[in-house]
């Protein structure tokens, strides 16, 4: 016949009706096995006891029941997987920022490049216009000198004139 345990959850309230006369007769059990006391008080601490249909776990127990609830406490929430998922997630935001970046370093340089050949062209008009205003500016220069030429009438070398009428007294 099989022993029916029920268990409640504690509030305090319980009474555990252990009896003296009984624990000394389980102590008296163990000691049949051993003749120190303080062996046979280990084992019942250890194993726990039964009285009357009373099971008081031992130590053992508690231990086991400990291990299995870690165990499943550890399947149930696996820090180092949960952890390993945040590592991962992390890893695929800093691979993005660095796409992202290494993408914005592009069109800069793109954009400086293009600056730059924008500028070096700027200043080759500059230069050909300016070029071009001084040819300008010499050639008109030229045909002015041309011009003024052709409309001077020769020039005589005439005595000059004494102006005022006379010599000085």
Known sequence: MGTILRYTHWDGTQQLKLDADKVFEKLADFLSYSDDVRQAMDWMMRQGMDFDGVKVR??????EQLRQEMRQRYREFNLKNSLSELDQQLEDILNQERQKLAAQQE???????????????????????QQQTDAL????????QQLQQRQAPPQQHAAPEEHGGGKPK
């Open 107 to 129: 069109k800069d340089h793109q954009r400086a490049t293009q600056q730059k050949a924008s500028d070096q062209r700027n200043q080759q008009l500059e230069q050909k216009h």
């Open 137 to 144: 500016v010499q050639k008109h220069t030229q045909q002015q």
């Open 58 to 63: 031992g130590l053992e127990e508690f231990l």
